[in-house]
């Protein structure tokens, strides 16, 4: 069965540094997904990188990379020269290929705080 | 910009009530999902949906079913409403990566 561990409840970070945020996954599938969603307080679900476990170069979306370690089975989102902005939870998230059919699951996620 | 639209942004409901939560789409994906979101829980998975009148159970499928007769709508239905499903509900349509709606926050008293 597919599942994501996100081990870090909280993590602190100042403004301008960069902070790795955890994520390990089990799946017994060759071909899977592996996204990153960010939810500020406001509640709403933003996307932010995906990774498709065939990819082979890391994925980056501008301050946003994600390490990917397929042998490891890990997947931490970079996120480079924090900003305040960025205080959320942040989830990691899978999905076992992209056919029609299969599901999304989700970590419990990670609290961030960026303080000035 | 895709919209992923919940009928109501949060909803108070009495115990025993018959709930409806509403989520529509303005695209033509096959792929809808409902999960319900607890502090430390994460977003557990309550059911999806891949066609019209297809259905699939997620982890926490009891207490709640599903309707899908058009394919820009996925209704999530609580039958007989309790506290312990008192939550944010989150709806999802995805080809790859998940979109949101809103989320509707239920209290259940």
């Known amino acids: ?116 | 910009d895709v919209k992923v639209t919940q009928s109501s942004r949060y909803l108070v409901k009495r115990t025993g009530e018959k709930v409806f939560l509403e989520c529509v789409q303005d695209m033509d994906h096959e792929n809808m999902f409902w999960y319900r979101q607890d502090p430390g829980l994460g977003l557990r998975l309550i059911y999806f949906s891949y066609d019209v009148k297809m259905k699939e159970k997620g982890d926490i499928p009891e207490g709640y079913s599903v309707s899908r007769e058009k394919k820009e709508r996925f209704s999530l239905i609580l039958e007989s409403a309790s506290t312990n499903q008192t939550s944010m509900y989150l709806c999802a349509r995805l080809p790859r990566e998940a979109f949101f709606g809103q989320g509707t926050r239920l209290t259940v008293v």
């Open chain 1, 1 to 116: 069965a597919q599942k994501i561990t996100q081990t870090q409840p909280g993590m602190f970070v100042q403004e301008k540094e960069a902070v790795t945020l955890d994520c390990t996954y089990d799946t017994s599938d060759q071909s899977y997904g592996l996204f990153w969603y960010k939810q500020p307080s406001s509640g709403e679900m933003i996307f932010l990188i995906y990774q498709g476990s065939y990819d082979e170069q890391n994925a980056t979306e501008g301050r946003y990379s994600l390490n990917f370690q397929k042998a490891r089975k890990s997947a931490n989102l970079v996120i480079s020269a924090s900003q305040l902005g960025d205080s959320a939870m942040y989830f990691c998230a899978m999905r076992d290929s992209l056919l029609a059919g299969t599901a999304l699951i989700f970590g419990k996620g990670t609290t961030l705080s960026v303080s000035s």
